[in-house]
């Protein structure tokens, strides 16, 4: 039976929680094989740098959507979402409510919120388990992160759907499994 493909789109700053949703997600409709595409797999390498606008330093910059391949994003968005043997495709990342020509078609629009202090204190945590020392990660995120949120992802809320708390004690994605297991 050809069917159209339920879409949903999911947002949030970063350490929100998008990735952990997402896997919840993922788990939950295993039986539908649904299709995720995370934005994060498409950074154009090598990454161009940008100077912080209040310190003048220097960084690599991941929070400006120049930085992604956004035309292979679309690509591989629409070739899932015209195929009618996919049941459920999940767009994820920083800027899955940012691009038109993905917004415009999505049929379900999240943004992970997330206080800024606790995001903050994940991307700590998660970067020093990569290697980064404490400085360098707060630096970044004071000079550059910080920044962007409020310049690019903040403003992607008002095109949201629903807004669900990031910290995903459970409940959040009960409901939404519920809501999109009824649209499949």
Excluded: Q
Excluded at 65 to 83: G, R, V
Excluded at 103 to 111: A, G, I, Q, T
């Amino acid at each position: 039976m050809s069917h159209k493909p339920y879409l949903v789109g999911i947002a949030g700053g970063t350490c929100s929680g998008k990735s952990t949703l997402t896997t919840k997600l993922e788990e939950l409709f295993s039986d539908v094989s649904p299709v995720v595409i995370h934005m994060d797999s498409y950074y154009i390498r090598p990454l161009k740098n940008t100077i912080a606008p209040i310190t003048g330093k220097e960084y690599c910059e991941m929070n400006h959507p120049d930085a992604l391949d956004i035309p292979k994003i679309i690509e591989d968005f629409n070739s899932a979402a015209d195929d009618p043997d996919n049941r459920l495709v999940i767009v994820e990342g920083l800027f899955a409510l940012y691009v038109p020509e993905i917004v415009k078609r999505l049929d379900l629009k999240v943004f992970v919120d997330l206080k800024s202090d606790e995001r903050l204190v994940r991307r700590i945590k998660r970067h020093m388990n990569w290697g980064d020392t404490f400085e360098a990660v707060t630096d970044r995120y004071l000079d550059t992160v910080r920044f962007r949120h409020d310049e690019l992802i903040e403003p992607t809320r008002w095109r949201a759907d629903v807004v669900f708390n990031g910290m995903l004690a459970g409940k959040e994605t009960e409901i939404l499994s519920t809501y999109i297991r009824s649209n499949l």
